[in-house]
């Protein structure tokens, strides 16, 4: 059984900075495709990136390329969400989410674990 926990979220200025955690259990980094998705209020849950083998490969929503990077740390099972240049339509709940191996699937029904969430809230 896989556990994720996210952290690190928050309220920031639009054109600030977080950097979300999500704590996986051992082995799972490694192992695992490693996703970031996130839901605003009323919307669908989205695709944000994802990576794969510690690092080998990652993917993007269009919308935050170049402002949001995904990394993994093997040794420490953890992977992050740095997120600079933030907009208010960053605003979402954003959970993490994990499958077994294969691509980088950006749709929310090929990740059959999931952490609780972690509120990001960016004002104008």
């Known amino acids: 059984q896989v556990q994720l926990v996210e952290s690190g979220g928050g309220l920031v200025q639009a054109g600030g900075s977080l950097r979300l955690s999500c704590a996986a259990s051992?082995?799972?980094?490694?192992?695992?495709?490693m996703g970031w998705f996130r839901q605003a209020p009323g919307k669908e849950r989205e695709f944000v990136a994802a990576?794969?083998?510690?690092?080998?490969?990652?993917a993007y929503v269009d919308s935050v390329k170049g402002r949001f990077t995904i990394s993994s740390d093997n040794a420490r099972n953890t992977v992050w969400l740095q997120m600079n240049g933030l907009k208010p339509e960053d605003t979402a709940v954003y959970y993490c989410?994990?499958?077994?191996?294969?691509?980088?699937?950006?749709?929310?029904?090929?990740?059959?674990?999931w952490g609780q969430g972690t509120q990001v809230a960016v004002s104008s």
């Open positions: 989410a994990a499958r077994v191996g294969g691509d980088l699937p950006r749709v929310r029904t090929s990740y059959p674990y």
């Open positions: 051992a082995g799972t980094v490694m192992r695992y495709v």
């Open positions: 990576i794969k083998w510690g690092g080998s490969m990652t």
